[in-house]
C-alpha cells in the first residue's frame, strides 16, 4: 500500500528548537532546531517507510483566518532570531534528502496538510501526519494517523480515532468544537471565557457540537455556564471557525510529486559537515564516508630526485599519520607548484642529496600544513627544515580557534575545498585503520600539498582583513620553529630519582591506606567509589551531600566539603592526590622517556585552546601540580642534559592583573603596579577600607581570589565556593572591588557591549575569539560568553606577551653567542638549561628581553631563580 507521511514543518522545527539546548557549529551559526528536525526525520523516514512525504511550511503571518478575526495569533512572542536563521538549512535539508517541501500564501501549513490529507485518503492512501500542535488531531480517521510530540522531538502520541475516544471520549471532528467551546491561547483564539477543558469535554458529550449547545442552551445546567453561552456564543462559533482546518484549500501540487527514493548522499553528508552533525554523520553508515566526488588531479611520482621539481615557491606536505610524531614514520611527501604536483616517497627523499638541499635552502620558500611538526619529523633524518613562509594550520586556527580542526580536509571543507578526504575516510577508522598502496597514498598526499597551494591566498587575505597578518607572520610562525628546536631537543629526565620517588610515594600510599582502615574499622577499596560510600555514610554516618545513580557521592567537591567532619576523609582526598601522582606523573613519565638520551619530548599545541595560550601533551609538563608539595618535587627528576650546566627559570609576576590594569586604564591599578607594590594588598586595602597595616592574612587572601578571580570572569557562585562564603558575601565583596576600581568595572560593561556588537573580542595583537552566544536567550549560555568576553582579552593578552618573549629571547641568545637553551614553556614561566659561566649574563638579560616584550601602562616583572634542578630553579 502506498504511504504518505505530511510533516507541520514550523511546528515541528519550534519543538526541536524548544526542546535542545543552544548548538552552534564552528561558523557561529545555530543549529539546534536543524539537529533536532533532522533526527525526526531519520526516525519517521526509518518507522514508517513512507512511499511519498512532504513537509509543508506556514508562508506568512497572515492567512485568510485574519479576516475573521484579525486578533488571530495575536500576542504571540516573535520568531527568536536564532530559529529564524535556522529555517534556510531547514529547506536545505529537505531538499538533499529529495523530500518535496510546499507553502502557499494566505492558508497554513495546517490547511495543507488538511486538503492532501483528505485527497490521498480518496486515492487510497495510508497517511500518517507529523505535528506538534494538537489542533491537528481533527485529521484523524480510519485512514489517517496523526502523531504529535510530546516531549523531546522523537517522542510522539498517536492519535487514531479509537485513541481520542479513549482520552477524550469524543470524535475526531469534535476536537474543533472542543477548541470553539474553550479557545486556544497559543493561536488567541478567545472561545468561551471560564470553558476550560473539561468543561468543553462534558458539554459535548450531552450536546455533540457547539451549535446544538447554543440551540439547546436553554438545557445547560448552572446559571452562570447557561449565561456565559449565552452571552458569547458568536465567539464560540467564530472560535470553531478559526480552529477549523481547511481541507479544500488550492493547493497546486499532486501526490505524485512527494514520491520518495532516497536521499542524496553526497548533498546529506556535505551538509552534516557544514553544520558540525558529527554524531548524525555516524548514523548514516560507513557507506557515506567517500561520498563527496573527488576531483581529478594529475601527478609525477619522483623516483630520482632533481633540481627541476624545485621552484622559489612550494606546497610541501609531510605524512604522518600517528599524533606522536616524534617517534612514528614519515609515510612520504608531495611537492605542489608550478613546475607541477609531484609525489615523493620517504625514501627516495631522504636518500636524496638534491632534496635535502632543497628542504634546507631558506630562499625557496615552503607553504606547509602544521611547519612544527614537519620539522620535527625531518630532524629525525638529519634535515633541518629552513624557509617556512605560510603554514595552513596555523592560519586556519588563526581566524577562527574555536573551529576543531582534525586535519587537512577540515580546514579545505571549511573554506569550501572539498578535493581532499578526510584521515579517517581514507585510511579508516579503529580496527579498520590501514595505510593502503603507494599508488592511492601518493595521490592522497598530492591532495594535501595541493590544497595548501590553492588556499593560501585566500587565507591570508582574511588574515589581512581580520589585521592578523602580523600576527601570522611576525609571532605564530616563528613560534613554530622555536616549538620545533624546544621539543626536539627535549629536557633530560634522572630515572633513578624518579624511580626513587615512586617507591616513597608507594610506601605513603601504604601507610595511609592502613590509617584509613583504621579510622573505618575495616579493610576496603579505597578506589572504589561505591565501597567508600557505604563507609563514609553508612558505617561512620556523615552526611550524604549528592547521590548518584549508583550510590553515594564521593567527587572530590563533596570530601572537601566533609573536611572538617572526620579524620578519615583528609587521609582519603591525600591518598587520592598521591595515587593520582603515582601513575599520572610518576608511571607515567616513565613511559614516555626516550631510552636514547633519558629525555622526554613534551609536544606543544600550537593550534588548540582559544585564548592563545599553549598546552602540552605526552607528557603534559604544564600541569604538575606543584600546590602539593609531593607534587612540587617531581620537578626534581628535570635535570640539565650535560656537566656543569644548571635549570634556570624566570617567570612573569601577575601578567594577567598587569594586563588587566593596562586595558581597562583603572588609576589606581595602574598607580599600584608603578609603585611597585603587592596588588593583593592594595585591593584588601580599598575593599575592606583599611590601612596597609591592618591588611590582615585573610583580607588578603580573599582581595587575591577576587583579583584572579575579575581575570576570569568569576561570578558570585564561584568566588563563594573558592571562599568557602556564601553566595551574598561573594557577591557584596565584588561589588565593592568594582567599586573600588571603576576602571574595571567599566572595562567589564564596555569589553561585554563590544562583543554583542562584534561577535568577538581581542587581544592586543589582535588574536580574536567568537562569541556567537553571547546575543543567546538561553541565560547560562549567554552568562558564559559575557564571562569569556571579559576574560580572553587577558588571558590571551598574557599568552601573546610570553609567544613574544620566547621569540625576542631566542633572538638575544643567537646574538649574544650563547649555548643557554630554552626547554619549556609552562604558562607564564620561561624554563632554561645554561652553563654555569652564563648566569650572571641570564641574570641581565632574560628580565630585560622578557619585561620589554611588549610596552604596557604598567611594568611588567620577572622573577628568576636557578639551580641544579627544576625544583630548584623558584
Known amino acids: 500500500m502506498k504511504k504518505l507521511v505530511l510533516i507541520d514543518g514550523n511546528s515541528i522545527a519550534y519543538r526541536a528548537f524548544f526542546a535542545l539546548p543552544l548548538l552552534n557549529n564552528d561558523k557561529g551559526v545555530h543549529t539546534n532546531a536543524v539537529y533536532g528536525f533532522t533526527m525526526m526525520l531519520m526516525k519517521i523516514l526509518e518507522d514508517e517507510k513512507p512511499t511519498h512525504i512532504m513537509v509543508a511550511f506556514d508562508a506568512g503571518k497572515t492567512t485568510f483566518r485574519h479576516k475573521t478575526y484579525s486578533e488571530y495569533k495575536g500576542g504571540r512572542q516573535k520568531t527568536p532570531p536564532e530559529l529564524s536563521e535556522q529555517f534556510p538549512f531547514i529547506r536545505e535539508l529537505l531538499d538533499a534528502y529529495g523530500i518535496a517541501r510546499y507553502e502557499l500564501e494566505n492558508y497554513e501549513a495546517d490547511d495543507i496538510i488538511g486538503t492532501l490529507s483528505l485527497k490521498a485518503e480518496q486515492d487510497g492512501f495510508e497517511v500518517k501526519v507529523i505535528s506538534g500542535d494538537k489542533d491537528l488531531t481533527q485529521l484523524s480517521s480510519e485512514k489517517t494517523t496523526v502523531a504529535i510530540t510530546r516531549k523531546g522531538i522523537t517522542d510522539i502520541e498517536e492519535y487514531t480515532p479509537e485513541h481520542i475516544k479513549e482520552k477524550y471520549g469524543l470524535t475526531p471532528e469534535q476536537i474543533i468544537d472542543m477548541k470553539g467551546l474553550m479557545g486556544d491561547a497559543s493561536d488567541n483564539i478567545p472561545g468561551i471565557p471560564g470553558v476550560g477543558e473539561k468543561t468543553a469535554i462534558k458539554l459535548l458529550k450531552e450536546f455533540q457540537t457547539v451549535d446544538h449547545l447554543i440551540a439547546s442552551v436553554d438545557q445547560v445546567t448552572g446559571n452562570k455556564l447557561r449565561e456565559k453561552i449565552e452571552e458569547f456564543k458568536d465567539q464560540a462559533l467564530m472560535s470553531k471557525e478559526l480552529a477549523t482546518i481547511l481541507r479544500s484549500a488550492p493547493v497546486e501540487v499532486q501526490l505524485d510529486q512527494f514520491e520518495y527514493e532516497d536521499f542524496d548522499k553526497e548533498k546529506v553528508v556535505k551538509l552534516f559537515k557544514e553544520l558540525g552533525f558529527n554524531s548524525l554523520l555516524d548514523k548514516l553508515g560507513d557507506e557515506v564516508e567517500e561520498t563527496l566526488a573527488l576531483a581529478e588531479i594529475e601527478y609525477t611520482t619522483i623516483t630520482e630526485v632533481t633540481d627541476r621539481i624545485f621552484a622559489d615557491e612550494s606546497a610541501f606536505y609531510v605524512e604522518i599519520l600517528e599524533d606522536n610524531y616524534h617517534y612514528a ?15 615523493i616517497s620517504t625514501e627516495t627523499a631522504i636518500q636524496s642529496e638534491a632534496f635535502k638541499k632543497w628542504a634546507e635552502d631558506g630562499n625557496k620558500k615552503k607553504w606547509v600544513y602544521d611547519a612544527k611538526r614537519s620539522e620535527v619529523a625531518l630532524r629525525h633524518h638529519g634535515i633541518h627544515l629552513k624557509g617556512v613562509e605560510f603554514d595552513l594550520l596555523i592560519a586556519s586556527y588563526l581566524l577562527n580557534p574555536s573551529e576543531t580542526i582534525e586535519d587537512i580536509a577540515s580546514i579545505a571543507k571549511t573554506y569550501g575545498h572539498g578535493n581532499v578526504e578526510s584521515n579517517d575516510a581514507f585510511y579508516g577508522k579503529g580496527a579498520k585503520r590501514s595505510i593502503p598502496d603507494e599508488s592511492k597514498l601518493s595521490e592522497h598526499l598530492v591532495r594535501k600539498a595541493l590544497t595548501v597551494f590553492e588556499l593560501k591566498q585566500s587565507l591570508e587575505d582574511k588574515l589581512k582583513e581580520n589585521e592578523q597578518f602580523e600576527l601570522f607572520y611576525e609571532l605564530e610562525m616563528p613560534l613554530s620553529l622555536i616549538l620545533a628546536d624546544m621539543e626536539s631537543t627535549g629536557i633530560k629526565v634522572d630515572l633513578d630519582r624518579l624511580r626513587t620517588m615512586g617507591q616513597d610515594f608507594n610506601n605513603q600510599l601504604v601507610e595511609i591506606e592502613k590509617r584509613v582502615f583504621a579510622l573505618a574499622g575495616e579493610a576496603f577499596n579505597i578506589n572504589s567509589p561505591k565501597q567508600l560510600g557505604i563507609i563514609l555514610f553508612e558505617k561512620l554516618n556523615l552526611p550524604a551531600i549528592k547521590k548518584t545513580k549508583t550510590g553515594y557521592s564521593t567527587s572530590a567537591d563533596v570530601l572537601e566539603k566533609l573536611a572538617d567532619d572526620h579524620e578519615i576523609i583528609k587521609e582519603i582526598l591525600h591518598y ?13 613519565l616513565l613511559k614516555v622517556v626516550n631510552p636514547e638520551n633519558d629525555k622526554v619530548h613534551t609536544r606543544y599545541n600550537q593550534a588548540l585552546t582559544q585564548t592563545g595560550r599553549l598546552s602540552s601533551t605526552d607528557p603534559n609538563l604544564q600541569n604538575i601540580p606543584i600546590r602539593l608539595e609531593e607534587g612540587r618535587k617531581i620537578r626534581q627528576a628535570f635535570i640539565p642534559s650535560e656537566e656543569d650546566w644548571v635549570i634556570f627559570a624566570a617567570d612573569y609576576s601577575q601578567i594577567e592583573l598587569r594586563v588587566l590594569a593596562h586595558i581597562a586604564g583603572d588609576k589606581k591599578l595602574i598607580e599600584a603596579f608603578k609603585e611597585g607594590m603587592d596588588i593583593h594588598t592594595k585591593t584588601a586595602m580599598e575593599v575592606f577600607h583599611v590601612s596597609k597595616d591592618e591588611v590582615t592574612a585573610n583580607m588578603r587572601r580573599h582581595a587575591k581570589a577576587v583579583n584572579f578571580g575579575i581575570v576570569y570572569g568569576i561570578s558570585d557562585y564561584g568566588l563563594s565556593q573558592s571562599l568557602n562564603i556564601t553566595r551574598k558575601e561573594a557577591g557584596t565583596f565584588i561589588d565593592k572591588y568594582l567599586q573600588s576600581y571603576p576602571g574595571v568595572k567599566d572595562y567589564m560593561e564596555d569589553i561585554v557591549k563590544d562583543a554583542k556588537q562584534k561577535g568577538y573580542v581581542s587581544t592586543l595583537l589582535h588574536r580574536r575569539r567568537y562569541l556567537p552566544e553571547i546575543t543567546s536567550r538561553n541565560f ?13 582579552p587577558i588571558q590571551g593578552s598574557a599568552a601573546d606577551i610570553i609567544k613574544k618573549a620566547m621569540i ?10 650563547l649555548k643557554t637553551r630554552l626547554l619549556l614553556q609552562v604558562h607564564d614561566e620561561l624554563i632554561f638549561e645554561a652553563p654555569k659561566n652564563e648566569i650572571e649574563k641570564l641574570k641581565e638579560i632574560v628580565p630585560e628581553v622578557m619585561e620589554n616584550a611588549i610596552e604596557l601602562k604598567v611594568p611588567l616583572k620577572v622573577d628568576y631563580a636557578y639551580g641544579p634542578t627544576w625544583f630548584d630553579a623558584k
Open 329 to 343: 614514520p614519515i609515510l612520504g611527501f608531495a611537492l605542489v607548484n608550478h613546475e607541477g604536483n609531484f609525489f
Open 576 to 588: 587520592r592526590q598521591l595515587g593520582k601522582l603515582q601513575s599520572t606523573y610518576i608511571e607515567g
Open 780 to 792: 547560562n549560555l549567554r552568562s558564559f560568553a559575557e564571562r569569556t568576553a571579559m576574560n580572553t
Open 808 to 817: 625576542d629571547m631566542v633572538d638575544r641568545l643567537d646574538k649574544e653567542g
